[in-house]
């Protein structure tokens, strides 16, 4: 079974387990702090997905990584779960799977702010409230910076996306000169 197929069963499952437990945005935060630990450290996840080292050894490592970060009981034993069929590889694609869901129930749209480089905070709240007024929605922006955009930036909100970068003007001008 693909990544993407295990991440999807096991988000529809947290996501319905944190719905009915009022935990929702919890799990999500929870699982976000898990999957950076885990997606930093290399020998985390050798430990976590090596067939070699025994389950009761992966279970205690797992148990104390959880318990130290303060994970949900139950979203702790979803994940103990998950190591014990060999699923910890989803993980990453869980948590994405997973905030997607909790964003379209708790109204939540996600913006994707590209810059040259960053910008004043002022500019990331104006693009949260214009875009949450025009959808009525809850606006979260994520911030990212790409130095090759040379100036400008790159706004994309689910499937649509408004380049207004110097690399994306030039890119048109050089397709334009091309086609002439």
């Not at 490592?61 to 702790?76: I, M």
Request: hydrophobic share 45%; net charge positive; no cysteine.
């Amino acid at each position: 079974m693909s990544h993407a197929a295990i991440a999807d069963r096991y988000a529809r499952a947290l996501f319905e387990l944190g719905v009915e437990t009022g935990q929702l945005d919890r799990f999500t935060q929870q699982l976000k702090a898990i999957a950076e630990v885990y997606s930093s450290s290399a020998e985390l996840r050798h430990a976590l997905n090596n067939p070699v080292i025994a389950d009761k050894q992966r279970d205690g490592l797992l148990r104390e990584l959880t318990g130290r970060l303060g994970t949900a009981p139950l979203l702790a034993n979803a994940l103990r779960l998950m190591a014990a069929r060999r699923r910890l590889r989803a993980l990453p694609d869980l948590v994405t799977r997973l905030t997607r869901l909790a964003d379209g129930q708790l109204g939540v749209l996600r913006a994707t702010v590209t810059s040259a480089e960053p910008l004043a905070e002022q500019y990331y709240e104006q693009i949260a409230r214009v875009l949450g007024q025009k959808t009525q929605r809850t606006v979260v922006v994520d911030r990212q910076v790409d130095p090759s955009l040379i100036a400008g930036v790159i706004t994309r909100v689910g499937d649509t996306v408004v380049d207004g970068s110097l690399k994306g003007r030039l890119r048109e001008l050089e397709r334009q000169l091309l086609s002439a």
